[in-house]
């Protein structure tokens, strides 16, 4: 079974970037469509951004929430297995716990972004 696992998260000022990663063993993620969403406390879990499968004819493809257009990048990088997500010019509103999700509804167990103002 596909296991995800996040890193990447931590505690960073208002302005600042950081870079999450989703990472699987023993398959390869580039067969997969993998999603970031994000969860902050008291509100409902919400799409961030996603890259399609290299199986597709889009494959590659990416698609951004408005509320992080420009300012965060998904990426793959196959030789490590994993998916990115570039998180930019953060703000305090970006707090919250990222996951990233493999279409089949496999879910890491997230990672925590807190972004002080």
């Known amino acids: 079974q596909l296991q995800l696992v996040e890193s990447g998260g931590g505690l960073v000022q208002s302005g600042g970037s950081l870079r999450l990663s989703c990472a699987a063993s023993?398959?390869?993620?580039?067969?997969?469509?993998i999603g970031w969403f994000r969860q902050a406390p008291g509100k409902e879990r919400e799409g961030v951004s996603c890259i399609s499968s290299s199986g597709r004819s889009s494959g590659g493809s990416t698609n951004y929430a408005d509320y992080v257009k420009g300012r965060f990048t998904i990426s793959r990088d196959n030789d490590k297995n994993t998916v990115n997500l570039q998180q930019n010019s953060l703000k305090p509103k970006d707090t919250a716990i990222y996951y990233c999700?493999?279409?089949?509804?496999?879910w890491g167990q997230g990672t925590q972004v807190t972004v002080s103002s």
């Open positions: 999700r493999a279409d089949g509804g496999y």
């Open positions: 023993g398959y390869t993620l580039d067969v997969y469509d």
